[in-house]
Antibody, heavy 120, light 107 residues
């Protein structure tokens, strides 16, 4: 049974870079049937799609964050990662990683989420 | 971006009730609509994909319908484990966008 687990600092200072890793267990990140995404949800607000990465390394990002986001994959560690630069308080949110089925772009497995607070 | 709205924003229901939640897209998304169930602190769970296809392992009391801009999630007989927030997501085009959620709680 595939599981995803987010990890990384829970507190980031303004203007710094937020870095999170998603570890995939119970299956290979290199499966051609899926790609991998990051999503976030600020308190009291809607879920926001951050971006996606295929195991080929191809990426797509939400234009609202495009200039600040980098998603990468490390197939040897069965992990993919998120970097968000120049963070502000508006980036405070629960961050989720998810597996996405390539046939229907449905997020079929999610991590439980990790809270990241941007504060000095 | 495609905007997703849901109604109602919350509802109170009893075990055994039939519950219907509506999701609307700001433009036609064909059948590219997915539904999820979420409880705090737990990973969200995919229930329905492509508007009406039941995800493997999901109980048959969940069903989805609709196409174009208007979609419905129905729970035929609410069970105790179904009290949660439900949200929709369009997979028609990136950036993928989500509805604001419908919270189902106990009457």
């Amino acid at each position: 049974q595939v599981q995803l687990q987010e990890s990384g600092p829970g507190l980031v200072k303004p203007s710094q870079t937020l870095s999170l890793t998603c570890t995939v267990s119970g299956g290979s990140i290199s499966s051609g049937s899926y790609y991998w995404s990051w999503i976030r949800q600020p308190a009291g607000k809607e879920l926001e799609w951050i971006g996606r990465i295929y195991t080929s390394g191809r990426t797509n990002y939400n234009p609202s964050l495009n200039s600040r986001v980098t998603i990468s994959v490390d197939t040897s560690k069965n992990q993919f990662s998120l970097k968000l630069s120049s963070v502000t308080a508006a980036d405070t949110a629960v961050y989720y990683c998810a597996r996405v089925n390539r046939q229907n772009d449905a997020f079929d497995i999610w991590g439980q989420g990790t809270m990241v607070t941007v504060s000095s | 971006d495609i905007q997703m709205t849901q109604s109602p924003s919350s509802l109170s229901a009893s075990v055994g009730d039939r519950v219907t939640i509506t999701c609307r897209a700001s433009q036609s998304i064909s059948s590219y609509l997915n539904w999820y169930h979420h409880k705090p602190g737990i990973a969200p769970k995919l229930l329905i994909y492509a508007a009406s296809s039941l995800q493997s392992g999901v109980p048959s009391r969940f069903s989805g319908s609709g196409s174009g801009t208007d979609f419905t999630l129905t729970i035929s007989s609410l069970q105790p484990e179904d009290f949660a927030t439900y949200f929709c997501q369009q997979s028609y085009t990136i950036p993928f966008t989500f509805g604001p959620g419908t919270k189902v709680d106990i009457k």
